[in-house]
């Protein structure tokens, strides 16, 4: 099943561990389990833990924007979707969501760009010509989708204007 046309990834569910003090998943909670989604879509298209252990190269992240739109609680299952909005030889921007498994509700949203790294080296590489084929078939596929509306957002406190 996709959920908003994107790739839908593997589900989870809230750990007694995930939560904190205020009675929800606390934050860096909701950066691992995008993270094991990352590994999940990676896995999915072969740049995972054994292309790791094939090649001597993998994926860092660069950089990471989250979204907490409403609060998940122990127990609660989870659905993730994986949309790549972007991607080049050496890199890939790419946007995640976490929606509550049973009420259908987004729950947050994680975007990212990804930079591919030799492991010996520890410098950016090119992709290989099989792992950037697979990524750019990808990207056309997307290339359809909606823009979500939270990807290239700047932090900040927004102020209304006075009059």
Partial sequence: MQIDNALEL??????????DY???????????????????????????????????????TLEMHVH??????EGDPLRFSFQLLDAD????HYFMRMYHGEKGYLAATCEQVALHVDLGSRKTAHFPAEPL??????LEEHARLPR??????????????AK
């Fill in 133 to 138: 084929e697979r990524l750019t078939t990808l």
């Fill in 10 to 19: 593997p589900s989870a569910r809230v750990l007694p561990e995930w939560i």
């Fill in 89 to 92: 030889e050496k890199r890939f």
């Fill in 22 to 60: 205020n009675g929800h998943m606390n934050v860096a909670y909701y950066v691992l389990a995008f993270d094991k989604t990352l590994d999940r879509f990676c896995d999915r298209i072969d740049i995972g833990a054994d292309y790791v252990r094939r090649t001597n190269q993998s994926i860092f």
């Fill in 148 to 161: 979500p509306a939270q990807a290239g957002s700047v932090i900040a406190i927004r102020r209304r204007s």
């Fill in 68 to 73: 907490y739109v409403q609060e998940v609680v």
